[in-house]
Every structure is written in C-alpha cells, then in structure tokens.
C-alpha cells in the first residue's frame, strides 16, 4: 500500500510532498495559475493528505504553496467549465471538495497552514479549515463568492465553528476582502510572522510539538474537538469524561506520567 501511494505521489501535477524533520509538507504548486483549485487539485490534495496521515515519517503536516500567493480560489478556466454543468455534476463537484475540507478537519495529525500571500475564496478556506494557521502581514484573506452570484456553502460549516456566526456574517454576506490582522483578530488564522521568518516560524513550532506532545494525545484531542460541538452539553460531558478515562489507560500517558513523576525529560 505504500508503494502505491508513493508511486502516485510521485504522478502528481499540481501537489508536492516531502517529509523533513518528522514534519510532512504538502505544497500547492501552480504558481503560474495562482494556486488556483479545480477537480485535478482538489484530488491531489485528498491523495496528498491520505498519504501523509499514514506516513510514520511525519508526526505534524504543514500545506504551503509556491509562489507570491497562497491560494486564489476556483480556476477561471474551472469556473467556466462548471457552467455546462447539470445538478447531479455540480453535487459531484461540490462533494468532492467537500471531502477535502472533511479530511483535512478530521485528519489524525496536527494540520499547520504556511501562507505566504493572499488567501481568497476556496483558498480562504484551505487556510481556515487547517487546525493551525501562520500568514504574512501582506496577505488578505476573503469569501468573495457572494459578488459572482455563488455561495462559500461548504467553508461556512466550519467558520461557524472557528469564528462564530457573527464574524461568518460579516465575511460570507459582505464578500469583503481583509487584512491578516483583521483575520488574526477574527480568529481566522492563528500566527503573524514576517515573509522572511514564515518557514522557519512554522518549522520551529511543526517541531515543537513533535518534540513536546504526543501524538497519540493531539490525535484525540483533533477528534474530540471536532465532535463536541455536535453534542448537548450532557452527551458532550459524558464523551469528555469517556475520552478522558480512555486516556488514563493509554501507554502514552502512562509514559508520559512515569517521566513526570521522575521528573525526567520525555521525548515523543
């Protein structure tokens, strides 16, 4: 099963991967089109992403891209092609991306964005939808869907989460196009880091929590954080309370604990 996906990894256009350091990098790599998504991208990306989570060389993952910008959304050529399109073709379409977006929130492993320019549209969303977002200063992030007559349908699930309905409002109904410190502030992105520090920024924190956590622990803790919200407050605390008890038996944290107790430097 590995050579296979290696040898497809390998057959990729558009998507790069590498892993150094225990961190895998996942790299959208159409600068001359702006990083833009159409059905090819999207299916790299979902190969990418599966092999990565299975890949026992990287612990954390860390999707970058090439060039001046991060993402420009759906591709020209892509949006004119949708519009031959009937609704079964369209579901198709809009449920592959789905997929990704699910994947990429429910991936086992930690999911850190580098973005080192803007991030629009679809690309907005690969941004917000990754568990921990580093952006440059000049990047501008926005849902512009609504002034082409076309919906941010699917981000809007997990914005809700991320940044409430409030702020979902202000970006999806008004289409506007904001600053990395209004999305920092928003809680869209997590990190600002200078264009000359931004690689090693994420690379210094990948590392760290390779280093400091274990993976089993920010696997369930991704999992549970994706299933809470869905939960009443009395299931909600009774999963919490399962997930915790489960937790205690586990070797990590009788590892961990052991090395606490002795007060013993642990190395995940």
């Not at 997590?190 to 210094?204: C, I």
């Not at 280093?211 to 299931?235: C, D, F, H, I, Y």
Request: hydrophobic share 45%.
């Amino acid at each position: 099963m590995e050579n296979l996906l290696t040898s497809e990894l390998e057959a990729l256009r558009y998507i790069q991967y590498e892993a150094q350091d225990r961190i895998g990098y996942i790299t959208l790599n159409r600068p001359d089109k702006r990083n833009a998504l159409n059905a090819d991208v999207v299916t790299e990306l979902k190969q990418a992403f599966e092999f990565a989570e299975n890949d026992n060389a990287a612990k954390v993952i860390v999707l970058r891209a090439a060039g001046d910008v991060f993402c420009a959304g759906a591709d020209l050529a892509y949006i004119q092609e949708l519009q031959g399109f009937g609704y079964t073709d369209n579901l198709e379409d809009s449920t592959h991306l789905m997929q990704l977006f699910h994947q990429i929130y429910t991936l086992k492993k930690v999911v850190i964005g580098q973005v080192q320019g803007h991030a629009l549209a679809g690309g907005c969303g690969l941004a917000a939808i990754c568990d921990l977002t580093f952006a440059v200063p000049e990047a501008k992030f926005g849902y512009t869907e609504v002034k082409i007559g076309f919906l941010p349908a699917i981000v809007s699930v997990f914005l809700l989460r991320k940044i409430g309905e409030a702020r979902t409002k202000q970006l999806l109904l008004t289409g506007d196009v904001v600053s990395a410190q209004t999305a920092l502030d928003m809680g869209l992105i997590t990190f600002l880091a200078p264009k000359e520090e931004l690689a090693a920024n994420v690379r210094t924190y990948a590392q760290r929590l390779c280093r400091e956590n274990s993976g089993q622990s920010m696997e369930v803790t991704k999992e549970m954080l994706a299933r809470l919200p869905e939960l009443a407050l009395e299931e909600g605390l009774r999963y919490a309370a399962q997930r915790n008890a489960e937790a205690r038996g586990s070797e990590d944290c009788r590892k961990g604990i052991a090395a606490f107790l002795s007060k013993e430097k642990i190395g995940w």
